[in-house]
């Protein structure tokens, strides 16, 4: 029997830019939420643009560059200094390989959360509140910490609207990073997940849904078609054995480098292909390297990975279930650099078989590739038959249409 969905449902889903996950998770579930609800009005909501007038980080960089830019426009008008948000300086720190320290962040910004809980619900009632605004049908949310004070706002103005939370990272790292004591519904995408959220006692089992893994863009699912991109079109042999090196839409120049480096000097008969992403710097480094093509922010990393014998790169929810959708085994790097909640998404690689983590790319990397290559088939057979087949981004869009639905009845 068919479920039939509101025609005309509206659906808002909170995001946020840090890391670049949470983009691509909602961007995916929107793409797909359109071709399959064409009639839905599908609102993404930038929570740290929303959250701006009580960012302490943008808030402390706009008093800085308010008088700089003044002073800037009567020498040079057409530059433009702009205040920092928290997320920035994240991002930043990605982009430059500097994450030893950020785990401590994790603790401030729970605090934070903690401490202007009042003032965050409020802006985000002004948001539901806003005169124009079209109610919602349903909210979801794709990022972590921010869960409860949006929980609660969203029930002061909408106690009818339901609050959903999918969860971007294969799993929770308790206190209140995902899981909070409300009446949502969450959606998981691994079991252990699963497994922690039964645990919590938070969520009746109708209110708690497992999925196939990590939400993927839909180019994932694309058959294969070497005349959209091919080695020799890198400028690159068929031949030879293709790792994929990856960290994130803001790349890193400095692990980028260091791998490069490395197996270079030890000679191995590999080639490479890095996925740069916003990272301009490492970009034009790269530029005319041998056997190396680097790539830009590019929408088709898909295509990129369809090449690719491996994947080298930190051990994200996302860059992991895309290389192992893609039949890639994965090198991933854990040590005190590794952010908290990436650190389990190592164990998952070595309970499932389906990779190597090294404490230092810089000293162990061209051992890992020597290995992974010399039973790369074994590797390969244990993403077939240990991983399911990730559909998660198709199941998502399914279960909230059946919401929808529900609620339209």
């Given at each position: 029997m068919t479920t039939m969905t509101k025609p005309n449902a509206v659906l808002e889903i909170f995001y946020m830019d840090a890391g670049g996950g949470h983009r691509s998770a909602m961007n995916a579930l929107k793409d797909v939420l359109a071709e399959r609800y064409p009639g839905w009005q599908v609102k993404p909501v930038d929570l740290q643009k929303l959250l701006e007038p009580i960012d302490p980080i943008h808030r402390i960089t706009r008093r800085i560059t308010r008088p700089l830019q003044r002073?800037?426009?009567?020498?040079?008008?057409?530059?433009?200094?702009?205040?920092?948000?928290?997320?920035?300086?994240?991002?930043?720190?990605?982009?430059?390989?500097?994450?030893?320290?950020?785990g401590a962040i994790l603790p401030i910004l729970q605090a934070f959360i903690r401490?202007?809980?009042?003032?965050?619900?409020?802006?985000?009632?002004?948001?539901?509140?806003?005169?124009?605004?079209?109610?919602?049908?349903?909210?979801?949310?794709?990022?972590?910490?921010?869960?409860?004070?949006?929980?609660?706002?969203?029930?002061?103005?909408?106690?009818?609207v339901?609050?959903?939370?999918?969860?971007?990272?294969?799993?929770?790292?308790?206190?209140?990073?995902?899981?909070?004591?409300?009446?949502?519904v969450m959606i998981c995408g691994t079991q252990k997940a699963v497994e922690q959220a039964k645990a919590s006692g938070f969520y009746p089992a109708a209110n708690l849904i497992e999925v196939s893994g990590m939400m993927l863009k839909g180019s994932f699912y694309d058959q294969p078609d070497a005349a959209r991109l091919s080695h020799s079109a890198l400028g690159l042999s068929p031949d030879r054995a293709t790792g994929l090196i990856m960290f994130g839409g803001n790349g890193s120049l400095t692990a980028s480098l260091a791998i490069l480096n490395r197996l270079e000097k030890a000679g191995l008969e590999i080639q490479t292909i890095v996925m740069c992403g916003n990272n301009k710097k490492l970009h034009d480094a790269l530029r005319g390297r041998a056997g190396c093509h680097a790539v830009g922010f590019v929408s088709n990393v898909a295509d990129y990975m369809r090449l690719a014998d491996f994947v080298i790169?930190?051990?994200?929810?996302?860059?992991i279930s895309e290389a192992i959708h893609m039949g890639c085994p994965v090198i991933v790097e854990r040590n005190a650099n590794t952010m908290p909640q990436e650190r389990p998404n190592v164990d998952w690689i070595l309970d499932m078989s389906v990779g190597i983590a090294v404490k230092s790319f810089e000293k162990q990397i061209v051992g890992a590739v020597q290995r992974l290559l010399n039973d790369i088939e074994s590797y390969k057979r244990n993403i077939r038959t240990n991983v399911p087949y990730n559909c998660a981004v198709f199941e998502v869009a399914t279960h909230l249409g059946h919401l929808v639905a529900a609620r339209g009845r």
């Open positions: 002073i800037l426009g009567q020498i040079a008008p057409k530059l433009a200094l702009e205040p920092v948000q928290a997320q920035d300086v994240y991002n930043t720190a990605l982009k430059h390989g500097s994450t030893r320290g950020l401490l202007f809980a009042l003032e965050l619900e409020e802006i985000l009632r002004q948001h539901w509140r806003e005169p124009g605004h079209d109610k919602p049908d349903l909210v979801v949310s794709v990022i972590p910490n921010f869960n409860g004070v949006m929980f609660r706002a969203l029930k002061d103005v909408h106690p009818d339901p609050f959903v939370t999918i969860m971007t990272d294969m799993v929770d790292c308790p206190p209140n990073f995902w899981m909070e004591d409300q009446d949502q790169g930190k051990p994200g929810p996302g860059s």
